[in-house]
Each structure stands twice: as structure tokens, then as C-alpha cells.
């Protein structure tokens, strides 16, 4: 009975995990997507933007990380301390991924985007701290993300300048 409880807690939180991450993906897609073709074709982009068609292996790459990352943190003993402000802080952290493609896509307001972005920039590093605190593993899907993110900063910024 034990191994069926067992069994059942990783189906769960590897469902939580699978499901909170692409909510937020979904979301941003949906706000993305119209937009690429007719509003952000029409945009000035600076000279170092990349493909439209690399975002999207780069942000599956990016996702799989952090559903790997929550995962393991769910796994956690719900005794363990920090876990629950941990997974709280990547329930923030996810929603404003998926805020700021709702604020520069759907909104079509690069402003807004970046003001979005400051707080999603600084919500991944307060997770990262909050899951290395817990499981060293869970934190290495940070750095990447941080670094997309800050190249998405450059670019919103960038693009803000030029519109």
C-alpha cells in the first residue's frame, strides 16, 4: 500500500507541475500568437533579434526545466522548511512569465512589458534562492531562464526605444 502511495504522490505532483507550467505557457501563447504576424512584424527590432521560430524550441527547453525543477520541490517533504514559500514563489513567478506576454503581446505596450519584466527578472531569482535552499538540483533550471529572460529585457527594451 505504501508503494501505491508513493507511486501516486509522484503521478500528482509530476501532474501539479506538468499542468501550472503549461497554464502559463498556454496563456502566453494565446496572447503571442495573433500578434506575431500583424502587430510585432510591423515593429522596429534592433539588429540582435533573434528568429521567430527560435523561441519556441528555446522556451519548451526552458519549460521542461522548470517542470522538472517544481517537480522535485513538490516531491519534497511538505514538512520541509521554505518548501511552501518556494512553491508560492514559483506560483508568482510562473503567472508573471505568462503576464508579460499578456502585457507586450495582447496589450501590444512594450512599457508595459517592461515593467512586468523587472518583476518577473527578479521573482526567478528569488526562486532560485528559495529551491536551492531546498534542492540544489531544482535551482540549475534558473540560470538558463535568467538569462533568456534578461536577453528578452535587452529586446523589450530595444524595441521600446525604437517605437
Known amino acids: 500500500?505504501?508503494?501505491?502511495?508513493?507511486?501516486?504522490?509522484?503521478?500528482?505532483?509530476?501532474?501539479?507541475?506538468?499542468?501550472?507550467?503549461?497554464?502559463?505557457?498556454?496563456?502566453?501563447?494565446?496572447?503571442?500568437?495573433?500578434?506575431?504576424?500583424?502587430?510585432?512584424?510591423?515593429?522596429?527590432?534592433?539588429?540582435?533579434?533573434?528568429?521567430?521560430?527560435?523561441?519556441?524550441?528555446?522556451?519548451?527547453?526552458?519549460?521542461?526545466?522548470?517542470?522538472?525543477?517544481?517537480?522535485?520541490?513538490?516531491?519534497?517533504?511538505?514538512?520541509?522548511?521554505?518548501?511552501s514559500r518556494a512553491i508560492l514563489v514559483f506560483c508568482a513567478q510562473i503567472a508573471l512569465n505568462a503576464l508579460w506576454s499578456i502585457a507586450f503581446f495582447g496589450l501590444r505596450s512594450p512599457a508595459l512589458g517592461l515593467v512586468v519584466i523587472v518583476f518577473l527578472w527578479l521573482s526567478i531569482v528569488a526562486n532560485m534562492v528559495a529551491f536551492r535552499r531546498i534542492d540544489r538540483p531544482s535551482s540549475w533550471a534558473f540560470p538558463p531562464y535568467l538569462a533568456w529572460v534578461t536577453f528578452a529585457a535587452a529586446l523589450n527594451v530595444a524595441i521600446f526605444a525604437l517605437n
Open 1 to 83: 500500500m505504501e508503494q501505491a502511495s508513493r507511486t501516486y504522490g509522484r503521478a500528482a505532483h509530476g501532474a501539479i507541475a506538468v499542468l501550472v507550467v503549461f497554464a502559463a505557457s498556454f496563456i502566453g501563447n494565446a496572447a503571442t500568437m495573433p500578434n506575431i504576424p500583424t502587430w510585432y512584424a510591423e515593429l522596429q527590432k534592433p539588429w540582435f533579434t533573434p528568429p521567430n521560430w527560435l523561441f519556441g524550441p528555446v522556451w519548451s527547453l526552458l519549460y521542461t526545466g522548470l517542470i522538472i525543477a517544481f517537480y522535485r520541490i513538490l516531491r519534497q517533504d511538505p514538512q520541509t522548511p521554505g518548501r
